[in-house]
């Protein structure tokens, strides 16, 4: 499945795509998602949002401009995995933060949203602090997030598209 290129009402960059859980969620679902460990199978969405500055180095605007995407995926997010949940599906969202799920019991170990990207995706990481993601296109200017659902993948493309929308993120021309 192609990704789904949006951009938001000041001109932000939006992709999301739609995969497969990599070998490592897998194998560590009991311990991400413990409610989650009898789904068969589940599908990962990855949100990137193109930031204003690259997030290399904490500064102020960088710590606040890192606020204000997380912000803006939350709403987003939690609109998804409600519209899913409500057609009767399992979906959450993980913190970007704590790397925990928002909707179901955390487990034991967080999720890292970067180390999925570059399985998923193949997106190059730079340690430092805290490990960044490097775009091919944005470089670090790039907020990484993912939610999680047992929805078809057409389903959450459908759903996505939709609550996008009605937050302001418009197909991409």
């Known amino acids: 499945m192609s990704p789904i290129n949006l951009v938001g009402d000041m001109g932000q960059a939006v992709q999301i795509s739609i995969h497969a859980p990599s070998h490592y969620i897998c ?5 991400i998602l413990p409610d989650w460990k009898q789904q068969p199978f589940f599908w990962v969405v990855i949100v990137l949002q193109r930031s ?6 904490s500064t102020k ?5 890192k ?10 997010g939690f609109d998804v995995a409600f519209d899913l949940r409500d057609r009767g599906y399992l979906a959450d969202l993980i913190d970007p933060r704590t790397g925990y799920p928002l909707l179901s019991r955390p487990g034991a170990m967080p999720h890292n949203d970067t180390a999925v990207v570059k399985a998923l995706l193949g ?4 340690k430092n ?5 490097v775009h091919p296109i944005w470089g670090t200017a790039v907020y990484p997030s ?7 993948p057409t389903l959450i493309e459908f759903v996505t ?8 993120w418009e197909k991409k021309v």
């Open 161 to 168: 598209k939709e609550v996008g929308c009605k937050h302001g």
């Open 123 to 126: 997106y190059k990481v730079i």
């Open 129 to 133: 602090k805290c490990c960044m993601l």
């Open 52 to 57: 204003q500055y690259h997030l290399v180095k």
């Open 146 to 152: 993912v939610l999680i659902s047992t929805a078809p």
């Open 67 to 76: 606020q204000r995407l997380r912000e803006k995926f939350m709403r987003f």
């Open 27 to 31: 194998t560590n679902c009991e311990h």
């Open 61 to 65: 605007e960088v710590e606040s401009e």
